[in-house]
């Protein structure tokens, strides 16, 4: 806001400078016009109280000091600014004698000026009739005629002296605004020369005001309005009309330039979006070429990645390899026998049955929904011969090796009695078979396990752990648990057994099964364990009857001797 009040500020300033300066050119033109006596008559030199004051600011004082004059001179004479004020008729009371007698004046002069106007228009009719008798009416007639042009002249120079001067108040206005928006040397040339003869008119328009009614008298026929000052009126209108004309050409020139910045921002603007559809173009093989060479960096990086990925897989996988060497090549082991060899032995015993071990269905479908399940890790199998049961164990474990799902396994195996084993020899065999069928993420996870924590292991509790650990790394694994291993481990002492059940239970965490026998575990940890929803049990060995059938001898031919 106060930026825009200081920019109006700056522009009137401005144009005060121009008009100014374009004055004070016309005062210089004026010299050279009018008499020094004229010119001391409009712009005294020593300002007193005889003369009077105009300043030499600007136009418009000297038009005030006119206008001035021009009442002055309608005071006196008792004139209005229109002919029609002057006769109007009034109903109001005069306010004093001298308003009275200036009315009765004024109408005895428009009287007089009608009557000498009518005269002298039918004058060349009376100029016929005084030639009848030219001799006596002619020098009378002339004399008239003489007193009558001389009232209508006089009029006529009051009346165009007064619209003139309004008509000139009027270009003023309109010729300083051309000077303020083309302030050309032409244009303040013309205007300069516009004021000076402005000035000149005014200035006989002042004297003419300021002269007594003798000097009128005279002036209407000596110097009337067509000899003394239209020529002077006609030189203000030829220098506005050069004024219109020089506005008229720079208006044209300003819509030229115009024009022509017009013409060159659309060229600049052409130019500009020469370079931005060449901008795009180029942004666009960039990005193409981007494209590739990133396509490129992309698939040799895929490749890199690839290769260090089977490198890195190659070489996990002989870590692995080379952990599990180290840890199956401890001493520990040597006592305990292979998986195969136990599987192997109990799949002799079934061999020796000649019927399978049929379930139910009902047993069948808790069977998968047990496998399923998160929760319910213990699987007892209840049957009241244990020949069935451990049958059906076995043909359980190869259900499960069939289905390619990670199975670990304590069975009996051969001469197993004759050895002196305990509970911790029970799940290192677990942990020996956990390590062989996780051989290939031994080494995953932040804390795998060391050489130095099988040394270390020395109870049951801390076999556990190591086999929770390796159990971890497996999403599902099931462990099956004979119940004559169990048995020799523990001495055929049923609390220890419940322990070691119980152990495995807890402390294996992620979804391992159990599998066992009821034979193993008495009847009410079994009924505690259905109460918490911990384990299922199933029933086999109904379906017929497991013992082999007994062929008929035949009968034995005794011979005598």
Known sequence: MNEAAQQIGDTASCSEEILSATFSHAKLLLRSIATPQDYETLFPSDQNASSPSVSSHSIVDVQRCLEDAQNSYNCRTGRTGDAFMAIAPTTAVPSSTTTSLSRAKAKTQLWLVGLSEKLVHYGNIFDVMVQHHPEYVSLAWGTFKLLFVAITNHAETASKLSKSISQVADLLPQHSLHLILYPTPQMQYSVARLYAHILNYFLSALKWYNDNRALHAVKSIFQPWDLKLRPEYEAIVSESQQIRQLTDVAMK????????EVAQGTKHWERVMQQMEELRTENQRLARLFQT????????????????????ISQRETLNRVHLNQMLSLPLWGSLPTSGESLQFCRSLRKRRRDRTKLPLPNVKKLEAWTSERSNAVLLIDTHIAAVAKAFMVDLIDLILDARLPIIWALRYADYWDQHMCATDLVRILVLQAMQIGGDRLLDGPFPVTVEQLREAADLADWVVILNHLLSRISHAFIVLDADLLAHVTAHERGEILEILETLRLKLTGRVKIVTTTSSVNRAYAEELLRSNACVKIQTGEAGDWRRRQRPRRPTMRYRR
Request: a neutral charge.
């Open 253 to 260: 020139a300003e819509v030229r330039d115009t024009r022509l």
């Open 293 to 312: 060479k990133f396509g490129m960096m992309e698939s040799s990086m895929l490749c890199m990645y690839k290769e260090i990925r089977l490198d890195c």
